[in-house]
């Protein structure tokens, strides 16, 4: 699975390096095990677990991952520190790849529209960034994927608790 992100507000590519997501595709294989997470304020060790990123569904949460393309991503309880909350997710329709820069557009587009109904305030007045996961060209043909994951977070800092109807 794939993610780009675009838009004012969106999660912009430096705020996205920042917080260490390089996620782009499906097709390579991440590490079984993602590196140990902690808590900023007290250190302790976050419990996550390695999940299959075409299993992610609504309210479940992640911390980032190394690489540039994914299978697997570390969800973490929505209690603890993270990175990306799942707040929507849609399926692409049709037979061939219609190429990552169309995808993008629909993605970006959807993932927008459901943004507000999450969070409860609109796009533009709000703190929260969002950017998604999508299919790439292999994981559309091999795969069968059409899976978009739509992600929101706060570029500057870590989460704690879900963001459904913050308001933020």
Same mark, same amino acid.
């Given at each position: 699975?794939?993610?780009?992100?675009?838009?004012?507000?969106?999660?912009?590519?430096?705020? /996205?390096?920042?917080?260490?997501l390089? &996620?782009?595709g499906?097709?390579? &294989?991440?590490?079984?095990?993602?590196?140990?997470?902690?808590?900023?304020?007290?250190? *302790? *060790?976050?419990?996550?677990?390695?999940?299959?990123? $075409?299993t992610?569904?609504?309210?479940?949460?992640?911390? =980032?991952?190394?690489?540039? *393309?994914?299978?697997?991503?570390?969800?973490?309880?929505?209690?603890?520190?993270?990175?990306?909350?799942?707040?929507?997710? &849609?399926?692409?329709?049709?037979? *061939? $790849?219609?190429?990552?820069?169309? /995808? =993008?557009?629909?993605?970006?587009?959807?993932?927008?529209?459901? $943004?507000?109904?999450?969070?409860? /305030?609109?796009? =533009?007045d709000?703190?929260y960034?969002?950017?998604? $996961?999508?299919?790439?060209?292999?994981?559309?043909?091999?795969?069968? =994927?059409?899976?978009?994951?739509? &992600?929101?977070?706060?570029p500057?800092?870590?989460?704690?608790?879900?963001?459904?109807?913050?308001?933020?």
């Open positions: 699975m794939a993610t780009s992100p675009s838009g004012k507000l969106t999660l912009s590519v430096a705020a /996205i390096l920042a917080l260490g390089t &996620l782009s499906c097709s390579e &294989l991440f590490p079984s095990a993602a590196p140990a997470a902690t808590d900023s304020q007290s250190g *302790e *060790e976050i419990e996550q677990t390695d999940t299959d990123v $075409f992610l569904s609504v309210g479940q949460c992640l911390n =980032d991952t190394d690489g540039t *393309e994914v299978s697997e991503v570390p969800l973490v309880d929505c209690a603890d520190e993270h990175d990306f909350e799942v707040y929507g997710e &849609l399926e692409l329709a049709g037979d *061939e $790849f219609p190429g990552d820069d169309a /995808i =993008d557009e629909q993605s970006d587009a959807q993932c927008l529209e459901l $943004f507000q109904p999450f969070v409860g /305030i609109s796009y =533009d709000s703190v960034g969002y950017t998604y $996961f999508t299919p790439t060209e292999k994981s559309w043909t091999d795969g069968d =994927d059409r899976l978009v994951s739509c &992600l929101i977070g706060d500057e800092a870590k989460v704690v608790g879900s963001l459904a109807g913050v308001a933020e």
